[in-house]
């Protein structure tokens, strides 16, 4: 049997209001392929990408939820498990930025406390429709003490970024709690996957 090509597999939620361009930001990072015809995700879908941060092989399992309210239920569940979750609005929409407090609500509510969280700006590619200061996102991130980015998933801007300041947030708190890999504890706490190079294992969902 092959040797897992991974040290670590992250769960990671990217979650916001309808529109303000998840899927664009997962399909760009993971495909490399940008549409403005995108058709509303009805539930949750995700894709694999596996990545390296300083010589740590990271597989992340990222999850495109439905920002629409009546989509909720179906979502809440998809919080069980997650090691990371990007908040995202648009730039261009105040209303969007201004639901972020309830994102962080729902998080609160479903997450334990020490789960990595990332606020992110999307669509920040049209100065001139530009709604939200980058100041204001840099307040409320604070607020929350999380870090923040803009991006652009129509420029390409920032998104691979994006993924790799959430997945070193991820490592942090690995980092942080050692014991979280290897302890058991059945408290809550965020739960780090860990294969060895070498190690045979079964890819489970959460």
């Known amino acids: ?4 090509d991974y040290h670590f597999l992250f769960k990671l939620l990217i979650i916001g209001d309808s529109g303000v361009g998840k899927s664009a930001l997962l399909l760009r990072y993971t495909d490399d392929t940008f549409s403005s015809n995108y058709i509303t995700t009805i ?3 995700f ?8 010589g740590v092989r990271v597989k992340l399992q990222i999850w495109d939820t439905a920002g629409q309210e009546r989509f909720r239920t179906i979502t809440a569940t998809y919080y ?3 090691h990371g979750i ?11 930025f201004a639901n972020v407090k309830r994102w962080f609500e729902e998080i609160n509510h479903n997450c334990p406390s020490n ?3 990332l606020l992110v700006g999307n669509k920040n590619d049209s100065p001139e429709t530009k709604a939200v200061a980058t100041s204001d996102l840099k307040t409320v991130a604070n607020e929350y ?5 803009e991006t652009s998933a129509k420029d390409n801007v920032n998104v691979d970024l994006m993924f790799r300041t959430i997945t070193s947030e991820i490592l942090k708190t690995k980092g942080a709690q050692s014991a979280a890999s290897d302890g058991g504890g059945t408290g809550g706490g965020v739960r780090i996957t860990r294969v060895s190079p070498g190690q045979s294992s079964k890819k489970k969902c959460c």
């Open 1 to 4: 049997m092959s040797s897992p």
């Open 115 to 117: 789960v990595s969280k």
């Open 43 to 45: 539930g949750v879908d």
């Open 145 to 149: 003490g999380v870090p923040s980015i």
């Open 80 to 82: 069980r498990g997650a």
């Open 86 to 96: 990007i908040v995202v609005y648009d730039v261009n929409s105040g209303p969007t």
């Open 47 to 54: 894709k694999i990408k596996t990545l390296d941060i300083d």
